[in-house]
């Protein structure tokens, strides 16, 4: 079991953001990105998802108010972290987008352009106070949304998956990886097995921290 943040750590850049009624009318907290200020890793997902109000403990960003803290996706990119060596005093968790973007069937829609908009400055903000050496996004969304504030494209996300990219406006490297609810999907036709895939990413990590 990964080891679970320290509510504290809960880094609130602006309580009660009503940027996007959409959200706000579909979140029940704010997904804060959470950990050290001075972290050499940020690790930036797409945004908290509905989540599991009757969890112990792991319940989700929309209901414990930090980020990457749900019992699948949360659990998971912590506990990779951890066996590539990377303990909580070294990884800072964060969300493109801060609040459940809520779609027709009550589950996760994908943020809009003017979502992923409103809450760059948040994402920048973090960026500056941290300087980390590496972020590594998770999925294409996460992806798209960081590049975009670089000005790059993403033309094909599995094509970037482990590819380091320089961003100098950031004053960061971003390294794309797959999201860990769709990671076994796509492994294969990355050519890894489970084992080969996060030995890469150690080694990618070891070369960039």
């Known amino acids: 079991m990964p080891t679970y943040p320290d509510p504290d750590s809960a880094n609130v850049l602006e ?24 972290a050499p890793i940020v690790v930036v997902g797409e945004a908290p998802g509905a989540g599991t109000p009757d969890a112990d403990r792991w319940r989700g960003g929309n209901w414990t108010g930090l980020a990457y803290t749900t ?12 066996a590539l060596g990377y303990g909580p005093d070294e ?11 809520e779609g027709p ?19 920048r903000a973090e960026l500056r106070q941290i300087e980390p050496a590496v972020v590594v996004t998770t999925g294409k969304h996460a992806t798209r949304t960081v ?11 599995l094509d970037a998956v482990l590819d380091p990219i320089a ?9 794309p990886v797959l999201h860990p609810s769709y990671q076994n ?16 990413i150690g080694e990618r990590l070891d070369a960039l921290v």
């Open 105 to 123: 069937d009550g589950s996760n829609r994908e943020p809009t352009r003017e979502e992923r908009s409103n809450c760059a400055s948040h994402l």
């Open 167 to 175: 961003c100098p406006t950031l004053g960061v490297t971003v390294l």
């Open 71 to 82: 019992r699948h996706s949360g659990r998971l990119i912590r506990d990779l972290f951890e």
């Open 15 to 38: 309580p009660a953001c009503a940027r996007c009624p959409a959200l706000v009318e579909s979140r029940e907290r704010i997904s804060w990105g959470n950990g050290p200020t001075d």
């Open 147 to 157: 590049l975009e504030e670089e000005g790059v494209e993403l033309d094909g996300f």
């Open 185 to 200: 999907v796509w492994l294969a036709r990355l050519g890894y097995d489970r084992e080969s895939y996060v030995a890469a």
């Open 91 to 101: 990884v800072y968790y964060t969300n493109a987008v801060n609040c459940f973007p």
